[in-house]
């Protein structure tokens, strides 16, 4: 588990202690229908550097999270009071509305940037928001922004913090901005139970198969490591809602279905994003396939995911490329 997210997870441990009053957070910001200006306005945190959470923001980790660039990211989800998440079998938590959900990014050990995903009467609205140099506040950044900034691994990138409409590039499902990121089988079974255990999720959900955690990887299933390497990834967008659908790829983790999957699949609108190569997947053979082709490229147009990387995960890549080969 990264630092930045372990401290934060260890101070909403216990969710549902008897803690000092502190200031709540600011509902009218989040469901008015105005843009904020700033991450203070929101009262998400009690310190101006967005790490303690303010009454209601539940700090959470996903088993296996979607990788930008090896940022660290924190992540948090807000209630309104008195408010109650529904759970949805192993999918998404059902958030009502007046719901945030939080996640800040860090790299070089500076916070960059905060999204924030609200739900507002009329629907989730996604907003981008970059950290000042005195990591003091975050200010919205509606047309987005570049920050020249490196990896963990040393590698120098142009870091893109996405602008409002490309957040609904990975936030689309059926025309509508929805949340991608807290679904069952990829939360903790103690973080469930916590949270119901504390009011704010009205049961604990049975998940028949969960999720690995990502640093635990070697320990489970080689399919179910790369399987929800790729949900976490790309089922967002590969999915019959999602951006991807007209491509005929499906990726999420409830899908059993070998072609959907790829399985000997001739890609249906790839392009020059191919490579040349005939099949989606070739089992047992990763470099014949577009898929791990397609991730293991930086170039335009054919680099896969296509937006939140400017560099190449090669802890991702080894963990596919080892399940392809091991196809039969």
């Not at 009218?28 to 105005?34: F, H």
């Not at 998404?92 to 996640?103: D, E, F, Q, T, Y």
């Not at 293991?296 to 995911?305: C, D, I, R």
């Amino acid at each position: 588990m990264r630092l930045f997210a372990a401290a934060l997870l260890l101070m909403g441990a216990a969710l549902a202690a008897k803690t000092a009053p502190a200031p709540a957070a600011n509902d009218q910001a989040a469901t008015n229908g105005t843009y904020p200006q700033t991450l203070a306005e929101y009262g998400f945190f009690t310190d101006a550097a967005g790490t303690k959470p303010a009454p209601g923001v539940t700090p959470y980790r996903l088993n296996t999270p979607l990788w930008s660039d090896g940022a660290e990211k924190a992540r948090f989800l807000y209630l309104p009071p008195g408010a109650q998440a529904k759970a949805n079998g192993d999918g998404l938590l059902n958030l009502p509305v007046g719901s945030a959900l939080i996640k800040t990014f860090k790299l070089e050990g500076r916070l960059i940037e905060t999204r924030v995903l609200l739900h507002r009467p009329a629907g989730w609205v996604a907003l981008p928001y970059q950290w000042n140099a005195e990591q003091t506040d975050a200010r919205l950044v509606l047309a987005g922004a570049r920050i020249d900034t490196r990896t963990p691994a040393g590698e120098a990138i142009s870091y893109a913090i996405p602008n409002k409409n490309q957040c609904k590039e990975c936030h689309a499902l059926g025309g509508q901005v929805v949340p991608i990121g807290p679904k069952a089988r990829n939360l903790s079974a103690q973080w469930l139970k916590d949270f119901a255990r504390a009011g704010m999720l009205d049961t604990v959900p049975k998940i028949t198969r969960r999720v690995p955690l990502w640093e635990e990887r070697a320990k489970a299933p080689l399919a179910d490591a790369a399987r929800g390497y790729l949900d976490a990834n790309c089922a967002h967008c590969h999915n019959p809602q999602g951006a991807a659908s007209n491509s005929g790829l499906f990726l999420a983790w409830e899908i059993t279905d070998p072609v959907m999957l790829g399985f000997g699949k001739r890609p249906v609108a790839a392009g020059r994003g191919s490579g040349g190569l005939q099949f989606d997947i070739v089992p047992g053979k990763p470099a014949e396939s577009i898929l791990y082709h397609r991730m293991a490229s930086l170039e335009g147009g054919v680099s896969m995911p296509e937006v939140g990387r400017a560099s190449l995960d090669r802890d991702g890549l080894q963990v596919v490329e080892a399940w392809i080969k091991g196809l039969r």
